[in-house]
């Protein structure tokens, strides 16, 4: 069973700079994992931030970014605001984009 | 900008199928990618498959052998049907075209008699 691992937790002061990553029982991810980034805020639908490792949608502030680093999908917010207090989930790709597998999700505080 | 739109009732019987339908507006269903992913209360996201705009489909192993998605371009709109359901599955269901990045509300299901 493919399963996609995120930190449980971070916390963030106002203004600063955080990296969540995703990590895969599978090996390195790689482009081919396609990473995509979600955020959810309580009793909202996710909203998608970044595809394919780190293509923005139209909607995504600047302040955030998806890159790969160290093996693991990464997306760092810079800048942090308080209303970037929510859930981040990460999905990956796997068996050419047959399977999808999502992590059990970072709990960004912004304190 | 392209909307979604789940329904479908919000009970099920345990041991009966779950069905739900996602309206697509602002685009054509004949295009992109549509998923289905869910999300149990107080827990985090699952995916439970996708289907491509030809009808071919993906979906989560865990769950391959009671599920099936299906497209009615007519009605631009695709659809979920869960068998043999249990209160396992009670969760929010998402509709979402991915990666477009488009997702719905969602809607909830509870699994009891």
């Known amino acids: 069973q493919t399963v996609v691992t995120q930190e449980p937790s971070l916390t963030v002061s106002p203004g600063g700079t955080v990296t969540l990553t995703c990590a895969s029982s599978t090996g390195a991810v790689t482009t081919s994992s396609y990473p995509n980034w979600f955020q959810q805020k309580p009793g909202q639908a996710p909203r998608a931030l970044i595809y394919s490792t780190s293509n923005k949608h139209s909607w995504t502030p600047a302040r955030f970014s998806g890159s790969l680093l160290g093996g693991k999908a990464a997306l760092t917010l810079s800048g942090v605001q308080p209303e970037d207090e929510a859930e981040y989930y990460c999905?990956?790709?796997?068996?050419?984009?047959?399977?999808?597998?999502f992590g059990g999700g970072t709990k960004l505080t912004v304190l | 900008q392209v909307q979604l739109e789940e329904s479908g009732p919000g009970l099920v019987k345990p041991s009966e199928t779950l069905s739900l339908s996602c309206t697509v507006s602002g685009g054509s269903i004949s295009n992109y990618y549509w998923s289905w992913i869910r999300q149990p209360p107080g827990k985090g996201l699952e995916w439970i498959g996708y289907?491509?705009?030809?009808?071919?489909?993906n979906y989560n192993p865990s769950l391959r052998s009671r599920v099936t998605l299906s497209l009615d371009t007519s009605k631009n709109q695709f659809s979920l049907k869960l068998t043999s359901v249990t209160a396992a599955d009670t969760a929010v269901y998402f509709c979402?075209?991915?990666?477009?990045?488009?997702w719905g509300r969602g809607t909830l299901v509870t699994v009891s008699s």
């Open positions: 979402a075209s991915l990666p477009a990045g488009y």
């Open positions: 289907i491509y705009q030809s009808g071919s489909t």
């Open positions: 999905l990956l790709y796997f068996a050419r984009g047959q399977l999808a597998v």
